[in-house]
């Protein structure tokens, strides 16, 4: 750490006084850049307000904690004396300096749907994570923070299309070049980052070569929308919002938990090690309504623990079927295989992401893959009224994560992708639901106005 070179970029955000918005593709550095200028921010302004004097927030508790964490890193490396002690000691969620008598703190807060989280402090900075994924109602009770001691905003994030808060301030910069617009716009893309990164101790050849091939693969596996969107930092006009906002906080009411009676469902998806999130969903249909009644997510496990939970919750749930991705390449086939020697091994059902999805005459549906069904599939019956889900604010910002287009073939033809960027929650989560609905012979393929919208 003690021998990272910054980009030109980097070091243009921390000369930066005023409003800041940084529009990006992924894996550039930017969460550490903007910890690492909230600690020279605190170094050098006195604090005479008695609450927090930067409040970071985002959309999870990870991403928080996340921040906070490399800040207190640069903070032990630069400013070691400084940091708070006893009660003011470094935790997941604040780091406290202190400069000549002066406590100054870095606050982060998950805001989770509406921002309310972030009431009741103030401060002179408010940093915002992922921030074109921050809903309306976020903005409208975090700005607030800045009302009497004329702050500035530091937001950053990938897009997602061109709608909302971020994208609006935005383009009023980059595009229309208004003179009154607030905010000092940088954009920085991923394939910039990594072909023009300074080789160092801290970005080796290595790292820039193996991540020059991975945005390679990426280009291949993605389509030209979804590539530069997430690593160009494009808002393409083309990618929507799959799960409309006043849907999601619509049917994201329940409490885990069940009633008696009734079948219960297992989707589970599965992540690589040190990628993402396992989840385990559990889905309750009883009479024609479906409960989402549990959720577990686990991170950085070894197959075997993945296998040992996904036996725990069967068994805690008496579960009729286990539904999980065991496509070619996917760490669910080695789980399917251990699976098969286990109580539950008449419960699995492999629901592949490029499976083709079939009608009800078991043929195969023109275009559609089954990953893209089984979102249809939980679309429909949240709009229906169908189904009740958790009360979570990471499945709400998984959900919020998911975006459609329509991709063209080689053969002339399109068809519909989605794709979400926190989409672990979710991906277990349709599983469960498609597996419920199957069971239960109705129609899968039932649409709605919204549907409808989809092109479906």
Avoid at 131 to 151: C, D, E, N, Q, Y
Wanted: proline share 2%; hydrophobic share 35%; charged share 30%.
């Amino acid at each position: 750490m003690s021998d990272l070179k910054l980009d030109d970029w980097q070091e243009n955000i921390l000369k930066e006084d005023g409003n800041i918005l940084l529009a990006k593709g992924r894996r550039i550095g930017a969460t550490y850049i903007f910890a690492e200028k909230a600690v020279e921010y605190l170094m050098n302004n006195h604090n005479s307000h008695p609450s927090s004097q930067i409040v970071c927030v985002s959309l999870t508790t990870d991403q928080a904690e996340l921040i906070i964490a490399f800040a207190t890193l640069y903070a032990q490396r630069k400013y070691k004396k400084f940091i708070g002690k006893k009660k003011d000691r470094p935790t997941l969620k604040r780091l406290v300096l202190k400069v000549n008598g002066n406590r100054r703190i870095l606050l982060a807060r998950p805001v989770g749907d509406t921002g309310d989280a972030a009431r009741g402090f103030e401060g002179q900075i408010l940093m915002v994570d992922e921030a074109p994924r921050m809903p309306h109602s976020f903005w409208v009770a975090a700005k607030p923070i800045l009302a009497t001691t004329g702050g500035k905003i530091w937001m950053w994030g990938t897009f997602e299309g061109q709608e909302g808060y971020f994208w609006d301030r935005f383009n009023e910069v980059y595009y229309k070049h208004l003179e009154q617009a607030k905010f000092k716009v940088f954009h920085k893309d991923t394939e910039d980052v990594a072909n023009n990164r300074p080789i160092s101790v801290s970005w080796t050849q290595t790292q820039r070569d193996e991540m020059i091939k991975f945005l390679k693969e990426e280009q291949h596996d993605m389509t030209a929308q979804e590539y530069d969107q997430e690593y160009m930092g494009i808002a393409s006009v083309d990618r929507k919002r799959f799960y409309d906002e006043e849907l999601i906080i619509k049917v994201t009411t329940g409490k885990p938990g069940s009633i008696e009676g009734g079948k219960n469902y297992l989707g589970v998806d599965i992540a690589r090690m040190g990628h993402d999130k396992s989840s385990f969903q559990v889905v309750k249909e009883q009479n024609g309504k479906y409960r989402h009644i549990e959720q577990v997510l686990t991170s950085k496990t070894l197959t075997t623990d993945t296998e040992r939970t996904v036996l725990l919750v069967a068994e805690k749930w008496k579960v009729k079927k286990v539904g999980l991705d065991a496509g070619a390449g996917t760490l669910g086939v080695s789980v399917l295989d251990h699976l098969q020697e286990t109580k539950v091994k008449h419960k699995l059902v492999q629901l592949n992401n490029r499976s083709i999805a079939m009608d009800k005459n078991d043929k195969p549906k023109k275009q559609m893959l089954l990953k893209e069904d089984m979102h249809l599939t939980l679309l429909a019956m949240m709009e229906h009224g169908e189904i009740e889900l958790l009360d979570d604010d990471e499945l709400r910002d998984s959900l919020r994560s998911f975006q459609f287009e329509y991709a063209r073939e080689d053969d002339g033809t399109s068809r519909m992708r989605i794709s979400g960027k926190n989409n672990d929650p979710v991906e277990g989560l349709i599983r469960a639901t498609h597996l419920a609905k199957k069971e239960k012979s109705l129609n899968l393929y039932a649409t709605s106005s919204n549907s409808l919208k989809h092109g479906i």
